[in-house]
């Protein structure tokens, strides 16, 4: 049969088994774990992430000012960019009223007129007693302006040549026409390098006598002394208009000579 083992010893208070200890319980108190390093670890990196949002905050802003900067320059540059246009604008249009300016000054500069130059050579005709038939003016071709071998302009360009006259007339003698060359070589309108006789010979004198009628038919018409037939070859002088302002003044030509003083006086044609 079934047998009942009850111990009773347990429930006397007298009676206590000896607790078994366990190793940590043998050692004593637990110790407490350091935890030090971690909450300096959590608070280096929650600073670091505080500096790093900061910068980017700080960065951010400073984009953003920058950006703003850049709008405000972008437009003042538009600005200048139209102001820069408008000046090359102004500044071409006036480089073109100086050429045009230039190129007026210098057909001014360059003309000769035919009432100064007329009255020089009558001036001359008279001086020597020579008479003028004719007078022809060539004018010279366009010069082409000098190029290099690479066929960029010369720095310097030849000068330009003149209209070429070619005077026909009588002189009584060889002496009176050497005298008429000699006046012309002198003369500022002239260029006296180039002047040449083409021609001369002595011809029968072209003058014509009208006798008037007479009861004595025995008057005879008296021989003329022949003359000399020339031919001179001249180029006008390279001297410009106003280099010659007392010369042309004194021949007439007082409305070249006003316009050449004021182009002087505004700086147009250097005096």
Known sequence: MYS???????????????ERKTPASAGGRTSAVDRTPILIGTAVAL????????????????????????????????????????????????????????????????IKPWSALTQELAELMQIAGVKINSIEQTEPEPAKPATSAKGEDAAAAPAQET????????????????????????????????????????????????????????NELPDLQPVVEYTIETNLSQAKASELLPQLKSKGAVGLVNRIQTLQQKGVIQP
Do not use: C, M
């Open 163 to 218: 209209a070429k006259l070619e005077i026909t007339g009588n002189a009584n003698s060889f002496t009176q026409l050497n005298d008429f060359i000699l006046l012309i070589n002198q003369s500022p309108f002239f260029d006296g390098s180039t002047t040449k006789l083409l021609s001369a010979s002595l011809e029968d004198n072209p003058t014509e006598l009208d006798v008037p009628d007479s009861s004595n038919s025995n």
């Open 47 to 110: 600073a670091a992430n505080a500096l790093v949002g900061g910068v980017w905050l700080v960065f951010n802003q400073r984009n953003a000012q920058l950006q703003t900067e850049l709008t405000a320059l972008q437009a003042q540059l538009g600005e200048k960019n139209d102001l820069v246009a408008e000046l090359e604008k102004i500044e071409a249009e006036a480089k073109q009223t100086n050429s045009e300016a230039d190129a007026l000054a210098t057909v001014f500069n360059e």
């Open 4 to 18: 009942l083992d009850i111990n009773f010893l347990n429930d006397r208070p007298d009676y206590k088994p000896a």
